[in-house]
């Protein structure tokens, strides 16, 4: 049985009060940029059924998060973070685990992530995880007026 500090996160879907705890973790996790708006993501997140937004929590503090959503296709996982101070004790492994429940649940036959090319050092995290690179090359295009 685990006896570690993992043993005291516990994992919740998103709350309006959680907002701006995850967007600092987010913020100290790298993860905004700014021509994406992680308020309308959230926002995007919880209004469509095929999307969710999970929280670990640790001592009643935020410190985890991942977003999961199944386009029909396949499923993808967004926003996976875990607080830099809580790192290494298995929360982002629980994280992608409740992900890949999620996606069981609805009969998604695979999962996916996207890592920024200036985040190619978490590919090890993901290959802990049994994770794989794909032989793929992303091609996206705007649909709103934006500056990246
Ligand atoms: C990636 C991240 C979620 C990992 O969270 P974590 O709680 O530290 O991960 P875990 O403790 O569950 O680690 C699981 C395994 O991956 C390994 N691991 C963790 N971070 C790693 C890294 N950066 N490189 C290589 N391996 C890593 C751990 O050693 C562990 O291995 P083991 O269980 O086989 O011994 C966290 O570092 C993070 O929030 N990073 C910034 C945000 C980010 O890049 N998100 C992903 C966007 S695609």
Redesign the pocket.
């Known amino acids: 049985m685990n006896s570690g500090p993992l043993q005291q996160v516990t994992f919740r879907s998103f709350a309006t009060a959680d907002r701006d705890p995850l967007l600092k973790l987010w913020r100290a996790?790298?993860?905004t940029r700014p021509w994406n708006d992680p308020e309308d993501d959230i926002r995007q997140c919880l209004a469509n059924s095929s999307s969710a937004l999970l929280i670990a929590e640790q001592d009643r503090r935020l410190c985890?998060s991942v977003m999961m959503g199944c386009d029909g296709h396949r499923g993808w996982?967004y926003?996976?973070?875990?607080?830099?101070d809580?790192?290494?004790?298995?929360?982002?492994?629980?994280?992608?685990a409740q992900a890949e429940s999620w996606m069981r649940e609805r009969n998604v036959p695979k999962i996916q992530?996207?890592?920024?090319s200036d985040?190619l050092?978490?590919?090890?995290?993901?290959?802990?995880?049994d994770y794989r690179d794909g032989d793929v090359q992303l091609v996206q295009k705007w649909l709103k007026d934006v500056n990246p």
């Open positions: 996790c790298d993860l985890g996982v926003y996976l973070a875990v607080d830099p809580c790192r290494h004790q298995g929360v982002g492994r629980a994280l992608m992530a996207m890592i920024r985040n050092a978490v590919r090890g995290f993901y290959g802990r995880l």
